[in-house]
């Protein structure tokens, strides 16, 4: 398991390794199609989430497409600064780094990736209280990323 990072030292780390990839132009189509394909996860999770039993398996669903919509909405925004991120530890850093007005927690979007980590490569299963744990972030984060992107398409 890497060890943690701060935000500081996550940031100046993809800064270093040129994780941060300035583009020439900003696709407004595609921010909107990543938007509309992020909504549909969040939807999706939200409302798979309001009928699963809770000892089912599909909870690693329900946390990855959530993960999904927060990571898509992410990047659609992120467009708008002219970069382009190619990790998603760096994606996150960079969001919490150059957007401080937003006010997002850097803990929680570690949080967010490293269980989204342990069900993609480690096999570890997402159990109902992971979600609980962290749905009413997920949907607060997204409003707010869907609320500033919409304010630059």
Same mark, same amino acid.
């Given at each position: 398991?890497?060890? #943690?990072?701060?935000?500081?030292?996550?940031?100046?780390?993809?800064? +270093?390794?040129?994780?941060?990839?300035?583009?020439?132009?900003?696709?407004?189509?595609?921010?909107?199609?990543?938007? +509309?394909?992020?909504?549909?996860?969040?939807?999706?999770?939200?409302?798979?989430?309001?009928?699963?039993?809770?000892?089912?398996?599909?909870?690693?669903?329900? #946390?990855?497409?959530?993960?999904?919509?927060?990571?898509?909405?992410?990047?659609?925004?992120?467009?708008?600064?002219?970069?382009?991120?190619?990790?998603?530890?760096?994606?996150?850093?960079?969001?919490? @780094?150059?957007?401080?007005?937003? @006010?997002?927690?850097?803990?929680?979007?570690?949080?967010? +990736?490293?269980?989204?980590?342990?069900?993609? #490569?480690?096999?570890?299963?997402?159990?109902?209280?992971?979600?609980?744990?962290?749905?009413?972030?997920?949907?607060? #984060?997204?409003?707010?990323?869907?609320?500033?992107? +919409?304010?630059?398409?």
């Amino acid at each position: 398991m890497p060890s #943690y990072k701060t935000q500081q030292e996550a940031f100046n780390q993809c800064k +270093r390794e040129g994780h941060f990839i300035i583009v020439d132009e900003v696709r407004k189509d595609k921010a909107e199609a990543m938007l +509309r394909a992020a909504e549909a996860d969040m939807q999706t999770a939200t409302d798979t989430a309001k009928t699963l039993p809770k000892d089912s398996i599909k909870w690693n669903s329900v #946390y990855k497409l959530a993960y999904d919509s927060i990571h898509g909405m992410t990047q659609a925004l992120i467009l708008f600064d002219k970069v382009k991120i190619d990790n998603h530890q760096c994606l996150f850093a960079y969001l919490c @780094e150059k957007h401080e007005e937003l @006010e997002f927690s850097w803990e929680f979007f570690e949080k967010i +990736r490293t269980k989204r980590n342990g069900i993609s #490569y480690h096999g570890q299963l997402i159990q109902h209280i992971d979600w609980k744990d962290s749905e009413l972030q997920f949907k607060i #984060y997204f409003k707010k990323l869907m609320e500033e992107l +919409r304010k630059k398409i």
